[in-house]
């Protein structure tokens, strides 16, 4: 990549969502500045890739991190997130109208690209969100899926006026008991495993192991998906 070039730049929560857009882009392992990326190109672009961890706080210094070393086109963002209810099928990609930041009430609107039309809005919270009632009232307010990191990174990218897009998709059900906060915690901030919590968790349920396993090819569809997605749309800047 040129000192000059201006590359787009994927921004992932977790390594797991980081992994098929390196693949795919057959990305390497780079530092510029204080920023640790996958560097690369795209039809002759240059893009970046980056892991800033789970939660809005790591997802606003790691953003900050990138945007101080690096001048880019676009900041998309990439990866999972969880549905409200249990009809939108696991899979299924979200490109948010709105990105709505729980803990100010802010707004963020995405610059959207590709053939995909926004639709909704994405909720951005650091805790897990599975009471029925919180789930009603969001869905009434037109909120289809809940993330930790995008209004954080929006926020960032509206500071800075670079424009910012989402593809998100479902990996699983906030309304079937499937995430909690035991579970969340099986994986530490920077969206590796946590070995010791993953075998606390084990000792406790010992029959999960085929629920996890779900959970786990749920967040493999998605992640590869949402690659699929940022790269087709991507592509056609």
Request: hydrophobic share 45%; charged share 20%; proline share 5%.
């Amino acid at each position: 990549m040129s000192a000059s070039a201006r590359p787009i730049a994927f921004i992932c929560a977790m390594p797991m969502e980081l992994r098929p857009i390196t693949r795919r882009l057959g990305l390497r392992k780079q530092r510029i500045g204080d920023a640790e990326v996958r560097a690369g190109t795209l039809g002759g672009k240059g893009v970046v890739g980056i892991v800033t961890g789970m939660g809005t706080k790591l997802a606003t210094a790691g953003t900050e991190r990138l945007l101080d070393a690096l001048s880019v086109e676009r900041v998309v963002v990439v990866g999972i997130t969880g549905a409200l209810e249990n009809e939108t099928p696991i899979g299924t990609l979200i490109v948010p109208a709105t990105v709505l930041d729980s803990a100010t009430g802010a707004e963020y609107t995405p610059d959207p690209i590709g053939d995909v039309a926004p639709q909704g809005t994405m909720h951005t919270a650091d805790v897990i969100v599975t009471d029925p009632d919180d789930l009603a009232k969001l869905r009434a307010a037109g909120v289809v899926s809940l993330d930790m990191e995008t209004a954080a990174i929006a926020a960032v990218c509206e500071r800075r006026q670079v424009a910012w897009s989402v593809f998100r998709v479902i990996s699983d059900r906030a309304s079937d008991g499937s995430i909690d906060e035991e579970t969340f915690k099986m994986s530490n901030q920077d969206g590796t495993p946590n070995p010791v919590a993953v075998a606390r968790y084990f000792l406790r349920h010992p029959g999960s192991m085929p629920r996890l396993a779900t959970l786990a090819k749920g967040a493999t569809l998605a992640a590869n998906t949402a690659a699929d997605a940022a790269i087709r749309a991507c592509a056609q800047i």
